[in-house]
């Protein structure tokens, strides 16, 4: 199995920056890639990032793009999503996600284990 804590959420004014850290412990071997989702109010989970353990290949959603920056420490075993220029729209609940496939994109059902979510506000 494969535990996945996510850190960093918080409130920010729209403009700002955040990181969010997603920290993965256990069968960590079995884990080729990782990625981010997030779910607003009222909303469907939708999809904003991704990125391959081994050949650290990244996916974004197209809102995200230029915004957002996944990362991942293989060492530290932590997964990293930078975000700049906030909007208030980007407020949601983050969850960090783990799959068994090598590059598992913008499909939920591609990724087996899930984060509890961090919560990230930004004011207007």
């Known amino acids: 199995q494969v535990q996945l804590v996510e850190s960093g959420g918080g409130l920010v004014q729209a403009g700002g920056s955040l990181r969010l850290s997603c920290a993965v412990s256990?069968?960590?071997?079995?884990?080729?890639?990782m990625g981010w989702f997030r779910q607003a109010p009222g909303k469907e989970r939708e999809f904003v990032s991704s990125?391959?353990?081994?050949?650290?290949?990244?996916d974004y959603a197209d809102s995200m793009k230029g915004r957002f920056t996944i990362s991942s420490d293989n060492v530290k075993n932590t997964m990293y999503l930078q975000m700049n220029s906030l909007k208030p729209e980007d407020t949601a609940v983050y969850y960090c996600?783990?799959?068994?496939?090598?590059?598992?994109?913008?499909?939920?059902?591609?990724?087996?284990?899930w984060g509890q979510g961090t919560q990230v506000t930004v004011s207007s």
């Open positions: 996600a783990a799959s068994r496939l090598g590059r598992p994109g913008a499909v939920s059902g591609n990724y087996a284990y």
């Open positions: 990125i391959s353990r081994i050949a650290g290949t990244t």
């Open positions: 256990g069968r960590t071997s079995i884990s080729y890639a």
